[in-house]
Antibody, heavy 115, light 108 residues
Framework: QVQLQESGPGLVKPSETLSLTCIVS????????WSWIRQPAGKGLEWIGR???????TYNPSLKSRVTLSVDTSKNQFSLKLSSVTAADTAVYYC?????????WGQGILVTVSS | EIVLTQSPGTLSLSPGERVTLSCRAS???????LAWYQQKPGQAPRLLIY???TRATGVPDRFSGSGSGTDFTLTISRLVPEDFAVYYC?????????FGQGTKLEIK
């Protein structure tokens, strides 16, 4: 079955840009929707946004001004950039497949915002 | 955005018991686009139910979902040890998609 794996720095300084990549294996990235979801420690889940393999995107308005999603179909991967981060952006970040229902998830990557 | 409120926050139960978890929405969820997830410590959430009542692939039939409009429930007919986890509801009828704050099932 399809597998997802997040990668990127585990530590980001305040005001800098958080950059994560999700590599999709055992399946094609084409013709599917892909999302990012985050979860602060001990808290609930927040949907960040989604993109189609063609590149069209939908963002959560609460983060829209700081988020950019992109896809590289040649590498079967998609990416998240979150700018001007603060401590409030510290969370486990998950990538997932789906338009609104998320059946396949990555294992998650903890990103800490700290100087 | 649609706010989902789950109750109770924590439940202490024993294996073999039946449990019903509640999820109430601040607005009507269109076309019953409501999902339930199970999350265990250190793991990603696992999709259990979508469309309010359709079990995802491989989900045991002791899990069932129901409801419409603003009130939804997840029922586990007979708890087994691996069911003790945190359960989240999520609406995907209106963007931004939102999750409830979770209900934790713990072993009594």
């Amino acid at each position: 079955q399809v597998q997802l794996q997040e990668s990127g720095p585990g530590l980001v300084k305040p005001s800098e840009t958080l950059s994560l990549t999700c590599i999709v294996s055992n399946g094609s990235i084409n013709s599917f929707y892909w999302s990012w979801i985050r979860q602060p420690a001990g808290k609930g889940l927040e949907w960040i946004g989604r993109m189609f393999s063609s590149g069209s995107t939908t963002y959560n308005p609460s983060l829209k001004s700081r988020v950019t999603l992109s896809v590289d179909t040649s590498k079967n991967q998609f990416s998240l950039k979150l700018s001007s981060v603060t401590a409030a952006d510290t969370a486990v970040y998950y990538c997932a497949r789906g338009f609104g229902i998320f059946e396949y998830w990555g294992q998650g990557i903890l990103v800490t915002v700290s100087s | 955005e649609i706010v989902l409120t789950q109750s109770p926050g924590t439940l202490s139960l024993s294996p073999g018991e039946r449990v019903t978890l509640s999820c109430r929405a601040s607005q009507i969820i269109s076309i019953n686009y409501l999902a339930w997830y199970q999350q265990k410590p250190g793991q990603a959430p696992r999709l259990l139910i979508y469309g309010a009542s359709t079990r995802a692939t491989g989900v045991p039939d002791r899990f069932s979902g129901s409801g419409s409009g603003t009130d939804f429930t997840l029922t586990i007919s007979r708890l087994v040890p691996e069911d003790f986890a945190v359960y989240y509801c999520q609406q995907y009828g209106t963007s931004p998609y939102t999750f409830g704050q979770g209900t934790k099932l713990e072993i009594k």
